[in-house]
């Protein structure tokens, strides 16, 4: 069974530059997060998707984050203009829905230069 | 806000040995934790989860602790590998809804 596919797995731009990141789940999976992961911390949940509703956005920066889910499958997840700060692994995982256990993706480690 | 500690400093020990890795938390109470496994460049994979009713759960060489009264939890792994070497990860749902926290992780060393 394939797992969590992310890419690019790498990226590096130019700070005020526009970056998207790519997520396909695990089959089956209803559950989608987005995870940043800062270097020397944990992963902190950005989004959550259930099928292609987004049920807790409340940690996603708004201004100048955007992600999708448009047909419960895949997603998308968007920065423009990118800064600085936003150098940081971004983490994709699924889970069934209501399951305990997530699934990570291997991430995209993104450096805004 | 909730807070979940894990020690920052790496744990470094010899192969062989049991490896003892310490999760606290505060200001709530999950109804379950998990630990993660992460090595470097990769996502975290998951272990164990632990429920607040079970005081222990074991798999293979690894073993978890749950104490709500103490807030905490224990990570064992038993007779370990340098193989074991990662960074380990645990995360607490909350919301009763599989929203998670997750803490920094600690660096486990073993040495051959």
Do not use: M
């Amino acid at each position: 069974e394939a797992g969590v596919v992310q890419s690019p797995r790498y990226k590096i731009i130019e700070k005020k530059q526009p970056v998207a990141f790519w997520c396909n789940p695990i089959s089956g999976h209803n559950t989608l997060y987005w995870y940043r992961q800062n270097l020397g911390q944990g992963p902190e949940l950005l989004i959550r998707y259930e099928n292609e509703e987004a049920v807790d956005d409340s940690q996603l920066p708004k201004d100048r984050f955007s992600a999708e889910r448009l047909k419960g499958v895949d997603s998308t997840l968007k920065i423009q203009p990118a800064e600085l700060g936003d150098s940081a692994v971004y983490l994709c995982a699924s889970s069934l829905f209501g399951g305990e256990t997530q699934y990570f993706g291997p991430g995209t480690r993104l450096l805004v230069l | 806000s909730q807070k979940i500690e894990q020690n920052s400093e790496a744990l470094n020990i010899q192969e062989g040995k049991t490896a003892t890795l310490t999760c606290n938390y505060t200001n709530y109470s999950p109804a379950y934790l998990q630990w993660y496994r992460q090595d470097p460049g990769r996502g975290p994979v998951f272990l164990l989860l632990i429920r607040e009713n079970e005081k222990e759960k074991r798999k293979e060489r690894l073993k978890v602790t749950f104490d709500t009264t103490l807030k905490q939890s224990l990570f064992h792994i038993t007779a370990s590998q340098p193989a074991d070497s990662a960074t380990y990860l645990c995360a607490l749902e909350r919301d009763n809804f599989n929203k998670f926290y997750f803490g920094s992780g600690t660096k486990l060393n073993v040495k051959p």
